[in-house]
């Protein structure tokens, strides 16, 4: 079917050497010996294992684990790559450098790629396009931009991002959307008045003069951005800047954002309005 997988587990021949398990596919459709041993070199050299030929799976990291196994799926050049959360067993650092050499990968083959993950920021990084998944169905697809800036339901709003979404219940009337009481200026108008969803996002909440009533609960430094959570009535809510607010644990605060900025979603369907 021309079709290769890398799978979550890696599926490596513990039997087999490196060497072996890349050559595996060819040898699979009676490639000539001395073929395989060059395409094998080629495989493994593109990523990064060429001197561990001779070792078996179980002498291996990790990481080069994985590099055996995505080195197997292009050995024989298919027309499809499908992959399967091939770095979910990773630590962090390691994650990261490989994303980032898969991505150059993915480039250079120039084959399509159908890659599967529950981490969001993956996705987000090495997609062209993005399929969201939710309870079997496929909810939104799009490129990564299109799915964060104008995500189509609130399931999708509430996952996509880091932190996600703030959601809030409000009645949207007239160019005012109001939070348990309070009137927020949104930017849009509403002829009669709509039970929706607000959303806003991190990035967009901020400290100001008048809004949302709210009590600093606790404040992360994350050097070049801080994350500041505040429960506002029974709800906690995320804000993110790029800079160390002089904000304090326990300090009463109002919250607001910039007319234009919210997203509004249809309280009963979940759907973007």
């Not at 939104?140 to 799915?147: A, T």
Request: proline fraction near 6%; hydrophobic fraction near 40%.
């Amino acid at each position: 079917r021309d079709v290769a997988m890398v799978f979550q587990s890696y599926a490596l021949y513990p039997h087999m050497t490196v060497a072996q398990n890349i050559g595996f596919p060819l040898k699979m459709v009676a490639t000539p010996a001395d073929e395989i041993a060059r395409a094998v070199k080629e495989a493994a050299a593109r990523v990064g294992i060429g001197h561990l030929l001779e070792r078996t799976p179980g002498q291996l990291s990790g990481g080069q684990q994985q590099r055996c196994a995505l080195a197997r799926a292009i050995v024989r050049k298919p027309r499809l790559f499908l992959l399967d959360e091939p770095l979910s067993n990773l630590d962090a650092k390691l994650r990261l450098e490989t994303r980032l050499e898969l991505h150059a990968l993915q480039r250079a083959l120039g084959a399509t790629t159908v890659y599967v993950t529950h981490d969001q920021e993956e996705a987000m990084t090495l997609a062209d396009r993005i399929a969201v998944f939710m309870d079997g169905r496929i909810v939104q697809v799009g490129s990564p931009r299109e799915v964060y800036a104008k995500p189509q339901t609130v399931d999708v709003a509430a996952f996509i991002g880091t932190p996600p979404m703030n959601l809030l219940p409000a009645v949207w009337e007239g160019a005012n959307a109001a939070v348990d009481g309070h009137r927020l200026a949104l930017g849009e108008s509403s002829a009669t008045p709509r039970t929706i969803m607000l959303g806003i996002r991190p990035g967009d909440l901020r400290i100001a003069d008048s809004g949302i009533p709210a009590r600093v609960e606790r404040i992360e430094d994350l050097g070049d951005s801080c994350i500041v959570s505040v429960h506002a009535g029974e709800r906690l809510l995320k804000l993110k800047s790029d800079r160390l607010l002089p904000l304090r644990e326990g300090e009463q605060v109002h919250v607001n954002f910039a007319p234009g900025t919210a997203h509004k979603f249809d309280r009963q369907t979940g759907s973007r309005l």
